[in-house]
């Protein structure tokens, strides 16, 4: 089932794949992370994790290395930092 909401109206539900392109700041990002990652079976995306980005204000790439600290569980299944980036997390 595809769900497309705003993330602050959707209650975490269990899924296999989660795809996060919400607030780009790097608390809210690691607020959607720590809220929908133990709901969440295999995969996670994100998008606009370029380092890059950070001077615009983003912070989702700074987010993704805050919640992988917290979170064994989780590492970086693919990332490119190319243009906006785009990162996946593999639940180990």
């Not at 539900?13 to 295999?42: G, M, N, Q, W």
């Not at 299944?77 to 996946?88: I, N, P, Q, R």
């Amino acid at each position: 089932e595809f769900i497309n909401k705003r993330i602050i109206d959707t209650d975490p539900i269990e899924c296999d794949v989660l795809y996060i392109d919400a607030d780009h700041t790097e608390d809210a990002a690691y607020s959607d992370l720590t809220r929908f990652a133990p709901k969440t079976k295999t995969f996670i995306g994100l998008h606009d994790t370029s380092p890059a980005l950070r001077n615009m204000g983003y912070g989702v790439d700074l987010a993704i290395i805050r919640f992988l600290k917290e979170n064994p569980q989780w590492e970086i299944f693919y990332e490119d930092t190319k243009t906006c980036g785009l990162t996946v997390l593999k639940r180990v």
